[in-house]
C-alpha cells in the first residue's frame, strides 16, 4: 500500500511567516490530497492535486508535486493563529492511505 | 461536495459494552469508508462500507469487532464491540461522490473506553 510521510513531523512559527511540510510516498498516484485537522476533530480537504500538475494554488495555499521524486509540498504563506492544526497528505486510487502528519503552531 | 454528520460526537463506554456510530450523508455517495486514528496517530482505514452487502475490511480490522451496516447510499454505521480501553480512539466516516476525487470526512466520534 502507499504511505505518506511528513515532514517535519512538528513545527513552530510566529503569525506572518511562511510554513512548508513535505510529503513524500512510495507508490504511483493519480492524485494527492491535503487535509487539516484541528484538536482531534474531523478532516478538512484543503486540496488535490492531479499527477499531471506540477503547482496548484488556492488562497495562501500553495501546493507542489514532484512525481519524479514521489515528493509533494504544502506552503502556508503569511500563517495565522488560527492555522494552528496537524496537516495530512494522502494518496490512494479508491482508498486513502495517510501519512503521520505535521503539528503546526503558529504563535501570535 | 459532501457535509457528513455523525453520531454521537463523542462518549465514554464502559469495556466489555458496544458503541454504534451513525453517519448520514446529506447526497447520495458512492463510497463510504470508516477510518480509526488513535490517540497521537494518523488515520488507519477500518473498511469501506458497501451498500447491500458486506463491508470490505483491511488487513488487522475484522467483522466481528467492527460490524459495519450500510442499507442506503446516504447511511451507514459502524459498531465497536467488546471495547477495550485499547479501543479509545476517533472513529471518522468519510465519503467520496460519483465522479469525484475529493474525499470527505465527518467531524469524528471521540471514544474513551474505561
Redesign the interface.
Known amino acids: 500500500s502507499q504511505q505518506g510521510e511528513e515532514d517535519p513531523q512538528a513545527l513552530s512559527i510566529q503569525e506572518g511567516e511562511n510554513a512548508t511540510m513535505n510529503c513524500s510516498y512510495k507508490t504511483s498516484i493519480?492524485?494527492l490530497?491535503w487535509?487539516r485537522q484541528n484538536s482531534?476533530?474531523?478532516?478538512?480537504?484543503l486540496i488535490?492535486i492531479?499527477s499531471n500538475e506540477r503547482e496548484k494554488h488556492s488562497g495562501r495555499l500553495r501546493v507542489t508535486l514532484d512525481t519524479s521524486k514521489k515528493s509533494s509540498s504544502l506552503l502556508i504563506t503569511a500563517s495565522r493563529a488560527a492555522d494552528t492544526a496537524s496537516y495530512?497528505c494522502?494518496t490512494g486510487r479508491?482508498?486513502?492511505?495517510?501519512?503521520?502528519?505535521t503539528m503546526l503552531l503558529v504563535s501570535p | 461536495s459532501a457535509v457528513i454528520s455523525q453520531k454521537p460526537s463523542r462518549d465514554i463506554c464502559q469495556r466489555g459494552t458496544s458503541l454504534t456510530i451513525q453517519c448520514q450523508v446529506d447526497s447520495q455517495v458512492t463510497m463510504m469508508f470508516w477510518y480509526r486514528q488513535q490517540p497521537g496517530q494518523s488515520l488507519t482505514l477500518i473498511a469501506t462500507a458497501n451498500q447491500g452487502s458486506e463491508a470490505t475490511y483491511e488487513s488487522g480490522f475484522v467483522i466481528d469487532k467492527f460490524p459495519i451496516s450500510r442499507p442506503n447510499l446516504t447511511f451507514s454505521t459502524l459498531t465497536v464491540s467488546n471495547l477495550s480501553p485499547e479501543d479509545s480512539s476517533i472513529y471518522l466516516c468519510s465519503a467520496r461522490t460519483g465522479g469525484e476525487e475529493t474525499q470527505y470526512f465527518g467531524p469524528g466520534t471521540r471514544l474513551l473506553v474505561l
Open positions: 493519480n492524485n490530497q487535509y482531534g476533530r474531523g478532516l478538512v480537504h488535490l492531479r495530512f494522502a479508491s482508498t486513502l492511505t495517510f501519512g503521520k502528519g
